[in-house]
């Protein structure tokens, strides 16, 4: 149902782009570009749009699964299991991780039985910044799932391997260690 609400706003705005190229086209020697203040607001709302069916997605996903969890100004979903022992990571600090990494599907994507453990300093970017906020509630020992919507994780683009285009990402995470 979500692919096809896409789908179909995405056909709506080829469509009035196409009728307003035609438009412009039928009574003018010289051809006139849209106002680039009315494309920016569609694809505004567009995005808008799609924002709101990864929500719906990501709340139809939480009351399946009965998954209690709280939201961050940005969009993270998380649910800290256990917050661990010491001071919380902060930035600058290099924190490794125990993980899994799945599709909002179920499928597994990354997983450190198979990958090795993740490591990565806190701030300074080579891993989703969703992953990176829900680290921040986080001592040694510490475990949570973190639900991180596509702008969150790995953008539009995907990852250009496992992690398809627009994909909400969950983690289930384990600091090993805070340096």
Known sequence: ??????????????????????ACRQESEQPILPDPEELEEAFALSNIYMLELEEEAIDD?????????????????YMVLNEG???????????TLDYTAYLITGDPVYSSASDGPLSFTVGRGGVERGLEE?????????????????H???????????IPRRATIIYEVEVLEIQ
């Open 1 to 22: 149902m979500n692919k096809q609400r896409i789908i179909w706003l995405l056909q709506m705005v080829i469509f009035s782009l196409a009728v307003l190229f035609t």
């Open 61 to 77: 996903f939480l009351q399946r699964y009965a998954w209690d969890m709280q939201a961050s100004g940005s969009g993270l979903r």
């Open 85 to 95: 022992h010491g001071q919380k990571a902060s930035y600058g600090q290099r924190v």
């Open 134 to 150: 829900g680290i921040l509630m986080l001592a040694q020992g510490g475990r949570a799932r973190f639900i991180l919507p596509h």
């Open 152 to 162: 969150l994780a790995h953008g539009v683009p995907g990852d250009g391997q496992k």
